[in-house]
């Protein structure tokens, strides 16, 4: 079945540092790949997204781009705030499959002053 | 638009018995996943329904665990018995659907603590 692995938490920056949070993926057929992000005390909430090889997703300064080679979808900033403290959490939908939802475990980021 | 509504928020029950948790998705929406967030995990997809339909449940334990989308529109899902380890955020998550529209809308949850 399809799965998501991300990289082992919890991660602790201080601010304007470089962020990178790593996440493979395997599916059994084309999956679209997100990044959702969850806030202290907030739902879960879209963060990025792709849907095709290569493309790239961003928002808020984040980027991930979908790299079907490696099956990867790597979560970048190029500078933190305190504000992006949170948990974010990959998955992909299996569109051969009505869209399937797969997560992953989660990464929870702190980000010192 | 009014997002994901979801009752109740929070729940506490005894073992062996029975709850239920309702969900409203967005207007519109299609597809609908109800999900169990353990603390410190990802959320485990439970069951998605596509409209009426049931995408996947393969990780429903459908001896105390079930759901139902009338409609197409509100779902429930119910618990009964419940266990222990049952104990968990339940989530419920809508989408349009469709190859390029599968990311989802979360409703606040509502957890649920089995004593």
């Known amino acids: 079945g399809d799965s998501v692995t991300q990289m082992e938490g919890p991660v602790t920056l201080s601010e304007e540092a470089f962020l990178t949070i790593n996440c493979t993926y395997t599916a059994t057929g084309y999956p679209s790949l997100f990044w959702y992000v969850q806030y202290p005390g907030e739902g879960l909430q879209l963060l990025l997204k792709?849907?095709?090889?290569?493309d790239k997703g961003s928002n808020k300064g984040f980027e991930a781009t979908y790299r079907k080679e490696t099956t990867s979808f790597h979560l970048e900033k190029g500078s933190v705030q305190v504000s992006d403290s949170a948990v974010y959490f990959c998955?992909?939908?299996?569109?051969?499959?009505?869209?399937?939802?797969?997560f992953g475990d989660g990464t929870t980021l702190t980000v010192k002053p | 638009e009014a997002g994901v509504a979801q009752s109740p928020r929070y729940k506490i029950i005894e073992k062996r018995q029975s709850v239920a948790f309702w969900c409203n998705p967005i207007s519109g929406h299609a597809t609908l996943y109800w999900y169990q967030q353990i603390l410190g995990q990802g959320p485990k997809l439970l069951i998605q329904?596509?409209?009426?339909?049931?995408?996947?449940d393969s990780q429903l334990p459908k001896d105390r665990f079930s759901a139902e989308r009338l409609k197409g529109v509100d779902s429930t899902l119910k618990i009964q018995p419940a266990k222990l380890e049952d104990s968990a955020v339940y989530l419920c998550?809508?989408?349009?659907?469709?190859?390029?529209?599968?990311?989802?809308?979360f409703g606040p949850g509502t957890r649920l603590t089995v004593t």
């Open positions: 329904f596509q409209n009426n339909g049931v995408v996947d």
């Open positions: 792709a849907t095709k090889a290569d």
């Open positions: 998550a809508s989408s349009l659907g469709g190859p390029r529209n599968y990311e989802q809308y």
């Open positions: 998955a992909l939908s299996d569109r051969t499959n009505a869209g399937k939802s797969t």
